[in-house]
């Protein structure tokens, strides 16, 4: 619905720019003589341009009442900036202009023309034509977010400034015609020459705008994460490091995990380049850890001291590995320019850390996500309670799109699996199936020929998880659903719904012979995971006092991003690395709004906490306590989390579709007084995404 609202709102805001320029052009033109017929004609268009202005004005306000009523956060921009620039010179449309051009229309003749070349007339439409040009730049090129007072005020000001401009000048053409009368009509290549030039001056000027828009938008060559750094423009080491770590600071360096004690368990990840094939045959020249995509499955124990080594034997390209979901020590967290430096080729970086936590997680590459990522730099981190839940079949899923070679689009496929993939399992047995989106989109499954259970959310149990059946389930970019349910004596199968048609082709079947049929179900209705299971006690809620309280909106918009033309992602109207910059201290208890404006899903993970969800679209949570790591804010949403600041460092906070964080949808959330040594930027080893 609220996609829809947004849509039309956008054309609405396309229409009246185009309607009341084109009218302020007509408008402003010097009388003329003309025939009574011409006259009458002029006059009844720019009637016409009048009311169609003013019709799509009201269709403006209506589009913004519905999309206020989803959330005030949806409106509020347009609100405050847009409908008074143009509810306001409409009305003095109808009221100055109208009555001049029917006047005109009804007595064609010179006098009556310049009456309605009179300010009251023709200013009128001039800043509805103004108006209408903010109203759509602020929705589509520069989008605005609270706070707004001071800027909702500056364009204003603006606004009124050129009005009063334009009346001061408009005046004055209009008294030169009453005295001089209509200036003849100039010849062809006068207007000609006229017309030349106007456009030369508007190209270049233009071409200038341009040009400095796209200068502006360059990135820094190397910049630090640590808010305040007064070090930004001094660098050392090929740019990779800082040189200074101001005094009564915490480096994130000294946040590491266990390094004297002895390790439970080992791994070696080697990152290399390898050409797989799915199931279908199509190669994709992929990067693979240990040679396998995706990559092995890394199980340990809930408080093992775990230590991975993490060889890069890639040809160029520098790689740091995330553990997406664990609350590992800062230093631990695997961001290149943040936590560590990239591992270049033929380098090693070891990583040591004790999960708290249990359920299942994923590590991935976090250099250049939006690439190393989709070429297969990921697997599983299945994190094992002290008494784990038996059962007869454990299965990991990894929804993801490899770019094949010789195809068009991106291949869909369960792991490698990019067609109906057959597996046995006995009725009555008990089946776990790990569900991950590795992908760069939501993906949503259907689960035909039996009930089950979600047991757990981003590897956090719900407690009293109750049987589900015909519902969707919509898993965002990085997040996990573990599903179980009993194996009954037919066929069941698993369905990424998508793409339908092309889903029939794809997907798991499992049945007690391998073999069988079954249609897989297209559900109309997604699961709701902030109304299943039972209630139960968390340390806080939505009445619990917070520390601190930090609005997050998200928007897309048209413009440069690193000196490149392009649709950006903003967070509070703003492009990294511009964009709010969360600060806490240790012990705060935090509370995020998120509010999506965009026309895409934001998938939005904060490294380093669990966010407890405290409400969505305004409804509280009723179900079993939600704890999330990746907050899928879907088109139109509002949720409200909230997290204790208990693990100090800097921590990304970014939107996991890899395509939205490389263009601008990433900030951090810094602790007081941790400050870090790394750099990131094209000057550098590091580019975090």
Same mark, same amino acid.
């Given at each position: ?89 409409? /009305? ?37 034509? /103004? ?152 190669? +994709? ?14 199980? +340990? ?17 520098? $790689? @740091?590995?995330?553990?997406?979901? $664990? ?25 040591? =850390? ?25 697997? @599983? ?63 949503? =499954? ?27 389930? @919509? ?10 349910? &009993? ?12 793409? =339908? ?66 649709? @950006? ?63 899928? +804010?879907?088109?139109?949403? &509002? ?51």
């Amino acid at each position: 619905m609220f996609e829809t609202l947004l849509n039309a709102d956008l054309q609405a805001a396309l229409l009246t720019f185009m309607v009341w320029t084109t009218g302020a052009v007509l408008m402003s033109r010097r009388p003329v003589e003309r025939s009574r017929r011409r006259g009458k004609a002029r006059a009844v268009t720019l009637l016409v341009l009048a009311g169609l202005g003013t019709l799509l004005v009201l269709g403006r306000i209506l589009t913004v009442t519905l999309m206020g009523r989803v959330s005030w956060l949806f409106a509020v921009d347009r609100v405050a900036v847009a409908l008074p620039l143009l509810a306001v010179p409409a /009305a003095a449309v109808l009221a100055g202009s109208v009555p001049r051009l029917v006047a005109w229309a009804r007595t064609p003749s010179l006098d009556t023309r310049t009456a309605a070349f009179s300010p009251t007339a023709v200013v009128p439409f001039q800043t509805a034509a /103004a108006g209408a040009f903010v109203g759509l730049w602020t929705a589509l090129v520069t989008v605005l977010a609270p706070p707004l007072l001071t800027l909702a005020l500056l364009i204003h000001s603006t606004v009124v400034l050129l009005a009063a401009f334009s009346w001061l000048g408009q005046t004055r053409r209009w008294l030169s015609a009453v005295r001089t009368g209509p200036r003849p009509r100039r010849s062809r290549p006068v207007r000609a020459l006229r017309a030349l030039a106007v456009v030369t001056t508007l190209a270049v000027t233009a071409t200038g705008l341009v040009n400095l828009a796209a200068t502006s938008s360059r990135l820094p060559a190397s910049m630090s994460m640590a808010p305040g750094d007064a070090a930004q423009a001094h660098q050392h080491g090929g740019g990779r490091e800082s040189a200074v770590i101001p005094s009564g600071t915490t480096s994130v360096t000294s946040l590491t995990g266990p390094r004297d004690d002895r390790p439970d368990r080992r791994f070696t990840l080697v990152a290399k380049e390898r050409t797989v094939r799915l199931a279908s045959g199509k190669a +994709v020249r992929a990067w693979a850890f240990n040679g396998q995509v995706p990559g092995p499955v890394l199980r +340990v124990r809930q408080g093992e001291l775990v230590e991975i080594t993490v060889r890069n034997e890639l040809r160029s390209a520098n $790689v @740091a590995v995330h553990w997406h979901g $664990v609350d590992v020590p800062n230093a631990e967290d695997g961001v290149p320019g943040v936590t560590q430096n990239a591992t270049r080729p033929g380098a090693t970086h070891v990583y040591r =850390f004790r999960p708290d936590e249990s359920g299942t997680h994923w590590y991935h590459s976090h250099q250049q996500t939006s690439v190393q990522v989709v070429k297969g730099l990921f697997g @599983a981190l299945i994190i094992d309670p002290p008494k784990p839940e038996p059962v007869d079949h454990d299965w990991f899923l990894a929804m993801h799109s490899w770019d094949a070679v010789g195809a068009d689009d991106p291949v869909p496929a369960l792991g490698l699996a990019d067609r109906l993939e057959h597996r046995r399992a006995a009725p009555g047995s008990r089946i776990r199936l790990r569900l991950l989106n590795s992908d760069r989109l939501t993906h949503v =499954f259907s689960l035909t020929g039996t009930p089950f259970r979600v047991t757990a959310l981003d590897g956090n149990p719900v407690r009293d998880p109750g049987l589900v059946s015909g519902k969707g389930l @919509a898993i965002g970019a990085g997040a996990r659903y573990d599903v179980e349910f &009993v194996m009954p004596d037919r066929p069941v199968r698993l369905t990424e719904t998508q793409d =339908f048609v092309g889903a029939l082709d794809r997907g798991l079947m499992i049945s007690a012979d391998g073999r069988g049929e079954i249609t897989p179900d297209r559900p109309s209705k997604d699961f709701d995971p902030t109304a299943y299971g039972t209630p139960a006690p968390t340390p806080f809620g939505p009445d619990s006092r917070f520390s601190r309280t930090y609005s997050m909106v998200f928007d897309n918009e048209l413009g440069f991003y690193d000196g490149k033309f392009t649709f @950006a992602w903003t967070i509070n109207g703003k492009v990294f690395p511009d964009g709010p910059h969360l600060t806490v201290r240790e012990g705060d208890l935090v509370r995020l709004r998120f509010a999506n404006r965009s026309h895409f899903d934001h998938p939005m993970h904060l490294h380093g906490h669990h966010v407890l969800v405290l409400s969505r679209n305004g409804r509280k949570v009723s179900g079993s306590p939600v704890w999330l790591d990746t907050v899928n +804010v879907r088109v139109g949403e &509002v949720w409200e989390v909230a997290f204790r600041a208990d693990n100090p460092g800097i921590w990304m906070d970014h939107c996991h579709i890899g395509d939205h964080a490389v263009l601008g949808m990433m900030t951090h959330l810094s602790y007081e007084n941790v400050t870090s040594p790394y750099r990131m930027g094209r000057d550098t080893d590091n580019q975090a995404e």
